[in-house]
């Protein structure tokens, strides 16, 4: 008698999810371009649009910044000012958050809409816990600050105009979600998973074939503190010392690197490019 073979079926979920930043046709200035403008008092109202198609509800946690400032965006939101905003995203759904910036230093500026996913401490589950500090988006526009009532032109925290150039040490490999990693030293033995306050060693992956003007930033929780400008090889694996002495964060740290290619492309739209680290949580 023929038996029934054993079959072993292996599923794979796989998760979407989908942002957008909507603004307003009276903010247009040519949207091809990524160009908006405030209005004459110095405001931008848009909204964030998150759709998910995932396995469980989750919570978000969404910020903005200008390219080359730290100085924290304030969103007003429900009539709230607020430098960040929680949300929670249904498993199968979207979610919409209306939102005003305000204040901004009058001029030309790259505004950047950051979102992830809220961390839960107490969750026990390791795989799950992984693939939260893994999820980042990024939304980014020009804007053109018309006027601002609050003047903050002089509180501007800027880098400084030095590149520091980044050593190659061997070719980059494919690219991935996470770019940017952090070790305990610089033979790139043991993968950080848990910050002290001491110094360690940022690893780029540049799997582009250009080289990038990279500001290096370092968000101690979701409060942005800027570290370095730098320039880092094309097609390259660098690696860059970083010291966390005297970090700020509480909970969970996250770098990101902003990089513009040093050989302008011949499009429209401001290229900007986005490395980033998973969210490493304080020991």
């Known amino acids: 008698m023929n038996k029934e073979p054993n079959i072993t079926t292996v599923e794979r979920t796989v998760e979407e999810r989908r942002v957008e930043v909507n603004i307003d046709k009276k903010f247009e200035i040519d949207r091809d371009q990524l160009a908006f403008e405030t209005n004459k008092e110095g405001q931008l109202q848009a909204t964030y649009i998150l759709t998910n198609n995932v396995q469980k509800e989750e ?12 100085s924290p965006l304030i969103m007003e939101i429900n009539g709230e000012k607020t430098k960040y905003h929680i949300f929670t995203v249904p498993k199968q759904g979207e979610v919409k958050v209306d939102f005003t910036l305000s204040g901004l230093p009058k001029g030309k500026h790259i505004v950047y809409i950051y ?18 500090q893994k999820i980042f ?11 601002n009532s609050n003047n903050n032109n002089n509180n501007l925290d800027k880098f400084d105009d030095s590149f520091k150039p980044v050593t190659k040490i061997e070719e980059s490999y494919e690219g991935d979600m996470i770019s940017l990693f952090l070790y305990e030293d610089q033979e790139l033995s043991t993968e950080v998973s848990s910050i002290e306050e001491k110094k360690y060693y ?22 942005v503190e800027k570290l370095e400008q730098i320039l880092v090889p094309a097609n390259s694996k660098a690696v860059f010392p970083v010291n966390l002495e005297n970090h700020k964060a509480k909970e969970s740290i996250r770098f990101i690197l902003l990089g513009e290619p040093t050989e302008k492309p011949d499009i429209p739209i401001p290229v900007r490019l986005m490395h980033n680290s998973m969210r490493i949580p304080i020991k």
């Open 202 to 223: 940022l690893l780029i992956n540049n799997y582009l074939e250009f080289e990038l003007k990279g500001h290096l930033y370092l968000f101690s929780d979701y409060n």
């Open 137 to 147: 988006t990024q939304n980014y526009f020009l804007l053109d600050v018309q006027n």
């Open 115 to 132: 979102s992830e996913k809220y961390i839960d401490n107490k969750t026990f589950d390791e795989l799950e816990k992984v693939q939260s």
């Open 59 to 70: 919570k978000r946690i969404m910020y903005a910044i200008i390219e080359e400032d730290i």
